[in-house]
């Protein structure tokens, strides 16, 4: 047995709660320090592979996700004009479908509600402001002046990290060129798994969330300086966007989209730690170790991975050095395979919409192809 018995989690996002309940579930006593006073997730949605849904379901938490999502199969590809391409996206893989959509906020009730019933103790609008790094141990002050001494602190807290700049220095998130616009619909009656439009100037999905629900994301360039666009502007750049795909679904919705509150507009960036994501006994997972673009939707399973993985690393008995190197090595290959893919298909996904050529070589089925074959291998 592990001689970790008292952990601190910072950030009660994906990879912070995936991990809470991992723990908890062992027995350990789990904190989490989360920043936010009170959650304000967002309710467009999150694409979740079968790799993922395997990983959620060693919390206990798939079938859950999944009748509270929409479980589909593989996405259907299209032109703008609405001429099919093919499809993507893995297999079915033995109880799990290819793909599971739900609404981030439910999937963090999903996880909150879990992890209370397992006796997490949730500390809300607080984090770290200082620690205290041993090799047996790890002191920390909170924000709110209260301390606490805890075996080991996992750091999940998102791409701009604070714990990671505290112990390994400044890593900065970069702008990698494109944008993502998203929107929530009531789910159109045709969508009857994820559809991709692939235009001129951007490309479009529309992604089952539940029985009754959907959302778009469309992801453009909006220049190399990544310029601050005004939220009055959201309306109509998004529906001149859509003008480029006269097919059903986008004629259906367009007159729907009249909120600029209700459109997450998000330049995409980058960052990632080199190995190892540890030090004595502070470990970091999830974006803030290895954020990368969504050109796979993969970001939050590779969270839930993590979480997995470390959770069944610290049940053996081995020193927490160990532990956390043989988490590394079950981690960095895999996870840096999923960051190269998406940060290369994002690279050629610029070049299009400025209407450059792509490299020689490129072949954005193939590698899409490649890096799921990769994710569906086990972690
Ligand atoms: C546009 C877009 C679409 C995406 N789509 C998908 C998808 O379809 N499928 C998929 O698998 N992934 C997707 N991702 C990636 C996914 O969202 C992330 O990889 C995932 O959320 C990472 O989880 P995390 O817990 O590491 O970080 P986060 O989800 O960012 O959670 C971090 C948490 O830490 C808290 N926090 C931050 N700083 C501090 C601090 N100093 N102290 C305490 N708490 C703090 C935050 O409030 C938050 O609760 C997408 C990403 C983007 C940008």
């Known amino acids: 047995m592990s001689s970790v018995k008292k952990v601190l989690i910072v950030g009660g996002g994906i990879g912070g709660q995936s991990a809470a309940i991992a723990l ?8 989490i320090a989360e920043r936010l006073e009170a959650y304000n997730v967002y309710g467009v949605g999150i694409i979740q592979q079968a790799n993922a849904l395997k990983a959620l379901d060693k919390i206990g938490i798939a079938d859950e996700a999944m009748k509270r999502g929409f479980p589909y199969g593989q996405v259907k590809m299209f032109t703008a004009g609405g ?94 060129g494109l944008s993502v616009w998203r929107y929530a619909f ?30 778009m994301f469309l992801v453009s360039s ?23 795909y006269p097919v059903k679904i986008v004629n259906d919705v367009i007159g729907q989209i009249t909120e600029p509150d209700l459109v997450n507009y998000r330049p ?6 080199p190995n190892p994501w540890y030090k004595n006994r502070v470990i970091i997972i999830g974006d803030a170790a290895h954020a990368t673009v969504p050109q796979l939707g993969s970001g939050a399973a590779l969270a839930i991975e993590d979480a997995v993985v470390l959770s069944e690393e610290l049940k053996s008995n081995v020193s927490v050095e160990d532990t956390f190197k043989a988490f590394m090595k079950r981690r960095y290959d895999r996870c840096m395979m999923v960051v190269n893919a998406s940060e290369t298909l994002a690279a050629w996904e610029l070049l299009e919409f400025q209407g450059k ?15 799921v074959g990769g994710l569906m291998a086990p972690f």
């Open 24 to 31: 908890a579930k062992d027995g350990v006593s789990v904190e």
């Open 83 to 176: 001429h099919a391409v093919g499809v993507a996206g893995p297999p079915p893989m033995g109880k799990y479908p290819s793909h599971n959509g739900v609404s981030r906020r439910i999937l963090h009730d999903v996880m909150y509600e879990e992890a209370i019933k397992r006796g997490v103790n949730y500390r809300m609008g607080l984090t770290v402001k200082t620690i205290e790094n041993n090799e047996d141990h790890v002191s920390v002050v909170f924000t709110d002046g209260t301390e606490g001494v805890y075996d080991i602190l996992i750091a999940a807290d998102g791409i701009k990290s604070e714990v990671r700049k505290m112990v390994f220095g400044d890593y900065k998130p970069q702008y990698m």
């Open 186 to 215: 009531k789910k159109h009656e045709d969508l009857d798994t994820g559809y991709i439009y692939y235009g001129k100037r951007s490309k479009i999905g529309f992604i089952p969330m539940s029985e009754d629900s959907m959302y």
């Open 222 to 244: 909006e220049g190399a300086d990544n310029p601050w666009i005004e939220k009055s502007a959201y309306i109509s750049m998004l529906k001149d966007y859509l003008s480029e």
């Open 268 to 273: 995409l960036e980058a960052t990632h730690l």
């Open 357 to 371: 050529p792509l490299p020689e070589g490129a072949h954005p089925g193939k590698l899409i192809g490649q890096a």
